[in-house]
């Protein structure tokens, strides 16, 4: 077994083993056992990056329907995830929850995640999206907020049928295909023909299916109500990470399986996800314009930004494709760490909704530094991370002559521009008349995590020229003319 392989294998299995050790073995101190396999892991990824750069990507068939590959997009995205949980893992160790099945929960949606994106079979991201509903549901109702249940349920019932939509379509692609490796499909559907009714059937299925999991609109209301009646660490990982996961797996099937060759002959198809996507990225931004509540305005504007990832894609340029990626990858970090800031003003001053987030700047500058930093990321501005995927994305649309692409990735930057400034401008220029139950209240890791948030998604963007260096081999070759 190649040391890729072993790693590959080692990051997905390491979480589970912290989660037996803390059902099996210590329930005093779940936090620290969840730390130590998180650490573990993220160590792990680092040498699976190194390896992957070093001897190039690596495949590893382990049964029928259980496959794993790590290229440049897939650890790239993994070290996003584990960036993520390590970080809002920090901020839990005061601000909680604090429960045995909390981190049991946390790991297990970690190992999902690291399945989903390192999944080389159709079959076996399946199975790990059941992981994912599974753990995610979990972590939703560790909080004892009224509705909490009803909002977990409706999140499993919805997302359990995004994924059986999704299985159908792996299912009617294996009995046309005799396979569900990814590479397989790739070349067998295009001897079927890509026109054919049972493969378009067959990627509908698949992107609905992974649709209802990313949450756009109107397939978007159980993000709303999983955003608000989770507690902020939940919320950080579902706007952070739950959908960029879906997203990925879309990616997959889109580039790996049914390849551009699929898009260039249903142009139909290809329209209509892209008009999709942009009606995602409008509607998501004007309710996250209406929205009074932090935590109500950070849910729609999730819903626009995963709209604008997809639009993205479905450019099917290199410079779109980068974009997409280096949104996604920006959004993860940018989403997550204003879900921990929103929970930081939470805890301090008891304050959600912008009337009451008045003069916090004169009492806390440095949560309110990030806020600022990731509210500039978040609308778009240069030379953050988001700034830079909005300008790829636009860039990449115009080369294909979708003007209306470009054009909506400006509306996108001006609406959010227009919720963010009435926040801002009470965060800095507004007058302290709440509560203030003092700078103890909250630890310096907690402030660590997100200024750290805000530095990074400015070296990102700084940095773009070197990700887009690393990025480009992998996404040449998801673009590239397909075989056959």
Same mark, same amino acid.
């Given at each position: ?9 080692? @990051?997905?299995?390491? &979480? ?32 699976? =990056? ?49 429960? +045995?099945?909390?981190?049991? =929960? ?27 509903? !599974? ?8 909080? +004892? ?17 995004? /994924? ?8 009617? /692609?294996? !009995? ?10 790739? *070349? ?35 993000? *709303?109500?999983?955003?608000?009646? %989770? ?11 739950? &959908?960029?996961?879906?997203? $990925? ?25 892209? $008009? ?23 849910? $729609? ?8 990832? @997809? ?29 921990? @800031? =929103? ?7 008891? =304050? ?12 806390? &500058? ?9 509210? *500039?990321?978040?609308?778009?501005? &240069? #030379?953050?991370?988001?700034? *830079?995927?909005? !300008?790829?994305? %636009? ?7 979708? !003007? ?14 227009? $919720?963010?400034? #009435? ?15 003092? #700078? ?35 996404? +040449?070759?998801?673009?590239? %003319?397909?075989?056959?």
């Amino acid at each position: 077994m190649s040391l890729a392989v072993g790693s590959m294998l080692a @990051v997905i299995i390491l &979480p589970v083993v912290g989660a037996l050790a803390i059902t099996l073995e210590d329930r005093e101190r779940p936090w620290l056992l969840a730390t130590g396999a998180l650490s573990l892991t993220a160590v792990l990824t680092g040498a699976l =990056a190194t390896i992957m750069i070093l001897d190039g990507p690596a495949t590893y068939r382990v049964a029928p329907g259980l496959a794993f590959r790590s290229d440049t997009l897939s650890v790239t995205i993994g070290l996003l995830d584990i960036v993520l949980t390590l970080g809002i893992l920090a901020y839990t160790r005061t601000a909680g929850p604090h429960s +045995e099945r909390f981190y049991v =929960a946390y790991l297990l949606f970690t190992t999902a995640v690291f399945g989903v994106v390192l999944s080389g079979d159709l079959v076996g991201t399946f199975l790990f999206l059941l992981l994912l509903i !599974w753990a995610t549901g979990r972590l939703v109702e560790c909080t +004892e907020k009224a509705g909490v249940a009803s909002a977990a349920r409706g999140y499993r019932r919805t997302a359990t049928l995004g /994924a059986l939509l999704y299985l159908a379509g792996v299912v009617t /692609a294996a !009995w046309l295909a005799g396979s569900t490796n990814a590479d397989r499909l790739g *070349v067998r559907l295009a001897t079927v023909g890509h026109t054919d009714s049972l493969v378009v059937t067959s990627f509908v299925l698949m992107s609905v299916g992974l649709a209802l999991l990313v949450a756009l609109i109107p397939l978007h209301g159980w993000l *709303v109500e999983t955003h608000a009646r %989770a507690t902020d660490p939940v919320s950080a990982l579902i706007s952070g990470v739950l &959908p960029a996961a879906a997203v $990925y797996a879309f990616l997959r099937v889109l580039f790996d399986v049914f390849t551009i060759d699929f898009l260039a002959v249903n142009p139909g198809i290809t329209s209509g996800i892209i $008009y999709g996507a942009l009606v995602s990225l409008l509607i998501g931004n004007l309710l996250a314009y209406a929205q009074r509540d932090i935590k109500g305005m950070l849910a $729609y504007s999730t819903i626009s930004q995963f709209g604008l990832v @997809v639009a993205g894609l479905l450019v099917a340029t290199e410079t779109a494709v980068f974009g997409s990626v280096i949104q996604l990858f920006g959004h993860g970090i940018v989403k997550g760490a204003f879900c921990l @800031v =929103a929970g930081i003003i939470a805890i301090r001053f008891d =304050a959600r909704t912008i009337d009451e987030f008045g003069g916090l700047a004169d009492r806390a &500058p440095l949560v309110a530094g990030a806020f600022a930093g990731l509210a *500039v990321a978040m609308i778009g501005l &240069p #030379p953050t991370v988001g700034f *830079v995927g909005k !300008w790829y994305i %636009a860039v990449g649309a115009l080369e294909q002559g979708l !003007w209306i692409v470009a054009a909506f990735v400006v509306i996108s930057t001006l609406l959010t521009l227009g $919720y963010m400034i #009435p926040f801002l401008d009470r965060v800095y220029f507004g007058t302290f008349d709440g509560t203030d139950h003092g #700078p103890q209240t909250v630890t310096r890791a907690m402030v660590l995590a997100v200024v750290l948030a805000a530095v990074l998604s400015l070296a990102i963007g700084l940095g773009s020229v070197t990700f887009e260096s690393l990025l480009r081999e992998a996404i +040449e070759q998801l673009v590239a %003319a397909p075989v056959g």
